[in-house]
């Protein structure tokens, strides 16, 4: 595997490649986990070769939130991705890839609901960056997990207004044993705190349960709502959306339910599909 710190040798090995190879590019903030293994995986399915970032991007990052201490294992992660065929790693010095950077906006709608209520400027921060890597790596296709649901949304909107050439695949939420979702803000939950935050995943599973059941939607949401804060959660939203555009539902929507929030400060995000 190529471990690649600089722009301009980046640039290079992307010159000297195959023109005819089919790339992928797999951007993370490090502290890789089985999700992020398996979006390797899932690129390697659709193209020949495989470039994973791992950049914490202070863009995305409001001042009260936890940048500096985000978890970072860079050589774990370096070791994780050659064990699983990577076949390159792109770890960029912040200032080099921030350095005149052009700020990008993302759809207003898209970035002004759930999470964007109360995280002011993440999704101009997420889509500023990833259209910098787009444009460093020109690749044929970009992979994102779906429990950032509405920043896969986001990115794809983004893709498309900007009439870029790429595909933007999702790939669905690799889960603990007990159906926590998989995320790099788990490691700062004890192991009773994770116990806890699976009930996030089992709400949401019963939920969809009594709305394939015919239930008053706003019931199934209200319950779980009380069902989550009474068990300790902070709970910043618990919404159902249409999952193609996370507009509010109507009667023929496919339907995504979709939650934040935290336990221990720790702020965790989960979706389900109900109808898909």
């Known amino acids: 595997m190529l471990v690649v710190t600089?722009?301009?040798?980046?640039?290079?090995?992307?010159?000297?490649?195959?023109?005819?190879?089919?790339?992928?590019?797999?951007?993370?903030?490090?502290?890789?986990?089985s999700g992020h293994l398996k979006l390797i995986s899932e690129a390697f399915k659709v193209s020949d070769f495989v470039s994973a970032s791992i950049f914490v991007n202070p863009l995305q990052f409001n001042p009260d939130e936890?940048?500096?201490?985000?978890?970072?294992?860079?050589?774990?992660?370096?070791?994780?991705?050659?064990?699983?065929?990577?076949s390159l790693a792109f770890i960029p010095k912040s200032e080099e890839l921030i350095e005149g950077i052009v700020k990008e906006s993302a759809d207003g709608y898209l970035s002004s609901i759930l999470c964007g209520n109360t995280r002011e400027n993440h999704?101009?921060?997420?889509?500023?960056?990833?259209?910098?890597?787009?444009?460093?790596?020109?690749?044929?296709?970009?992979?994102?997990?779906?429990?950032?649901?509405?920043?896969?949304?986001?990115?794809k909107h983004f893709v498309e207004r900007k009439k870029l050439n790429l595909k933007i695949y999702g790939v669905p939420t690799e889960r603990e044993?007990?159906?926590?979702?998989?995320?790099?803000?788990?490691?700062?939950?004890?192991?009773?705190?994770k116990e806890r935050a699976s009930l996030i995943y089992k709400m949401l599973q019963n939920?969809?349960?009594?709305?394939?059941?015919?239930?008053?939607?706003?019931?199934?949401?209200?319950?779980?709502?009380?069902?989550l804060k009474d068990n300790g959660f902070?709970?910043?939203?618990?919404?159902?959306?249409?999952?193609?555009?996370?507009k509010p539902i109507a009667s023929s929507d496919?339907?995504?339910l979709l939650c934040a929030?935290?336990?221990?400060?720790?702020?965790?995000?989960?979706?389900?599909r109900v109808k898909s």
């Open 6 to 33: 600089k722009i301009d040798e980046l640039q290079k090995i992307l010159k000297k490649k195959n023109i005819n190879l089919r790339t992928s590019l797999v951007p993370t903030m490090g502290n890789l986990h």
């Open 66 to 86: 936890d940048f500096a201490n985000y978890p970072r294992s860079l050589e774990a992660d370096l070791s994780k991705l050659e064990k699983n065929g990577c």
């Open 123 to 155: 999704f101009d921060g997420v889509v500023t960056i990833v259209n910098k890597l787009f444009e460093l790596f020109n690749p044929n296709i970009a992979l994102f997990g779906e429990k950032d649901y509405q920043q896969l949304m986001i990115v």
């Open 177 to 193: 044993i007990n159906g926590l979702a998989k995320s790099s803000r788990n490691t700062y939950l004890t192991q009773v705190e």
């Open 207 to 227: 939920s969809k349960e009594l709305i394939l059941k015919s239930k008053e939607l706003d019931d199934v949401l209200r319950d779980g709502l009380k069902f």
């Open 234 to 246: 902070e709970v910043d939203y618990f919404e159902a959306r249409c999952s193609k555009t996370l």
């Open 254 to 256: 496919d339907v995504i």
């Open 261 to 272: 929030a935290q336990i221990s400060s720790v702020r965790l995000i989960d979706n389900l």
